[in-house]
């Protein structure tokens, strides 16, 4: 009986590696393709009709996070003012309801901070920018090394934070 316990706890604990596995080499793959589709109109579309079926009121933040900038991104291409008004707000929307619902996702915080930084200032859309950063630089050392250095990434390049606040990422 015992080695058939512990043949099970072998299959469980590797099923379960590559579940994780997964989910995490997915992640990546997000970050990389939301790279991408902030300078290509070909790269935001496949990002978002990748993360269309995410469900909206499910628990997958970080890909809900995603989704949502998948869709300000779609604002960004689209033709015709009130088109791209209403995908940002969209988008925006369901960012900051992803973030009401799970407001210690770090990476979420991090995707409305670029967002923030990047919109129009028409929109108005900036309110979090202080909030944002306080939390990413208050919450970064207990991120996983490569959140961390998508983090320092984008910090790198951001106009928010100062030289002093850069040094801490």
């Given amino acids: 009986m015992l080695p058939i316990i512990t043949h099970l706890m072998k299959l469980i604990t590797l099923f379960v590696s590559v579940v994780l ?38 628990k997958e933040f970080t890909k809900l996070g995603y989704k949502s900038a998948a869709i300000v991104l779609q604002a960004k291409y689209a033709k015709g003012l009130l088109t791209k008004k209403n995908l940002f707000t969209k988008g925006v929307k369901l960012l900051d309801a992803t973030i009401d619902r799970a407001p210690n996702n770090y990476e979420v915080r991090l995707l409305r901070l670029n967002i923030q930084e990047n919109a129009p200032g028409i929109t108005g859309y900036t309110k979090n920018i202080k909030e944002d950063k306080a939390f990413l630089i208050k919450n970064y050392n207990s991120q996983p090394a490569d959140l961390r250095e998508f983090t320092k990434d984008f910090v790198e390049v951001s106009e928010s934070f100062t030289k002093q606040e850069k040094a801490l990422f």
């Fill in 21 to 58: 596995m997964g989910f995490f080499t997915d992640i990546a793959s997000l970050r990389k393709q939301y790279i991408a589709a902030a300078e290509s109109e070909q790269e935001a579309n496949e990002l978002h009709q990748q993360l269309e079926k995410v469900d909206e009121t499910g």
